[in-house]
T-cell receptor, first 112, second 113 residues
Framework: DQQVKQNSPSLSVQEGRISILNCDYT??????FLWYKKYPAEGPTFLIS?????DKNEDGRFTVFLNKSAKHLSLHIVPSQPGDSAVYFC???????????FGGGTRVLVKP | NAGVMQNPRHLVRRRGQEARLRCSPM?????VYWYRQLPEEGLKFMVY????????ESGMPKERFSAEFPKEGPSILRIQQVVRGDSAAYFC???????????FGPGTRLTVT
C-alpha cells in the first residue's frame, strides 16, 4: 500500500518558468511533510518542509503548499533553473524526526 | 561541519557473502536512520537507531539483516548471506533530535553477483 504517491514520473519545463510538483498521501496521521532533491549517485538533499499546522512555507525559490482536506501537497519552484534538473521526492512522517515514507519521485528536466 | 559519511560507496559481493555498510552521522547528531532504494523506486525506511538502541526496525527484513549504533563508532548495517535481490542503494540519514529534518549521506551501492 503506497501511502505517499507522486503520480507524475517526469516533468519538463523551460528555464525561467514555474515547476509544479504534486504529491498525494493517504495516511491521515501524517503531520510533517518534506521535499528532497536527488542527483544521480548522490544522497537526497533536503529542500523544504511543512508541518500540518501550516498551509504554506516558502524558502527562496521554493514554496510548498499543503491541502490537508485533500491530502495533497505541492512544491513550486520559481524560476526554474537548469541546475534544478534532478529527481524530487516527497516524504511524510507521523512526527518530525520519525521515519519518513517516500513517494516514488518525479524526474524534473529544466531546458535552457 | 562534515555531512553524513557512508562507506564504502560501492560494494560488490557474491551471493552468500556478508555485506557491512557503515554510516557516520553528522557531528552532534544522535539519531540514525537507514533507507533502501531499489532500482526505479523511492526510498524505503528500514531502521531507526539512537546510540546503543534500536528504536524502530519495522522496515527491516526479518532475516539476514541487522543494524547497530554503538556508543563509539559508526552505525553498521549488516546483511548476511546476500542474495541478488539485496542489490540496491542503501542510504543513511541523521538528525540531531526527533523534531528535525533528516540529512542523508551519499549512499552505498551494493551489487550482488
Amino acid at each position: 500500500d503506497q501511502q505517499v504517491k507522486q503520480n507524475s514520473p517526469s516533468l519538463s519545463v523551460q528555464e525561467g518558468r514555474i515547476s509544479i510538483l504534486n504529491c498525494d498521501y493517504t495516511n491521515s496521521m501524517f503531520d510533517y511533510f518534506l521535499w528532497y532533491k536527488k542527483y544521480p549517485a548522490e544522497g537526497p538533499t533536503f529542500l523544504i518542509s511543512i508541518s500540518s499546522i501550516k498551509d504554506k512555507n516558502e524558502d527562496g525559490r521554493f514554496t510548498v503548499f499543503l491541502n490537508k482536506s485533500a491530502k495533497h501537497l505541492s512544491l513550486h519552484i520559481v524560476p526554474s533553473q537548469p541546475g534544478d534538473s534532478a529527481v524530487y521526492f516527497c516524504a511524510a512522517s507521523v512526527a518530525a524526526g520519525n521515519k519518513l515514507t517516500f513517494g516514488g519521485g518525479t524526474r524534473v528536466l529544466v531546458k535552457p | 561541519n562534515a555531512g553524513v559519511m557512508q562507506n564504502p560507496r560501492h560494494l560488490v559481493r557474491r551471493r552468500g557473502q556478508e555485506a557491512r555498510l557503515r554510516c557516520s552521522p553528522m557531528k552532534g547528531h544522535s539519531h540514525v536512520y537507514w533507507y533502501r532504494q531499489l532500482p526505479e523506486e523511492g526510498l524505503k525506511f528500514m531502521v531507526y537507531l539512537q546510540k546503543e538502541n534500536i528504536i524502530d526496525e519495522s522496515g527491516m527484513p526479518k532475516e539476514r539483516f541487522s543494524a547497530e549504533f554503538p556508543k563509539e563508532g559508526p552505525s553498521i548495517l549488516r546483511i548476511q548471506q546476500v542474495v541478488r535481490g539485496d542489490s540496491a542503494a542503501y542510504f543513511c540519514a541523521s538528525s540531531p533530535d526527533i523534531n528535525y529534518e533528516q540529512y542523508f549521506g551519499p549512499g552505498t551501492r551494493l551489487t550482488v553477483t
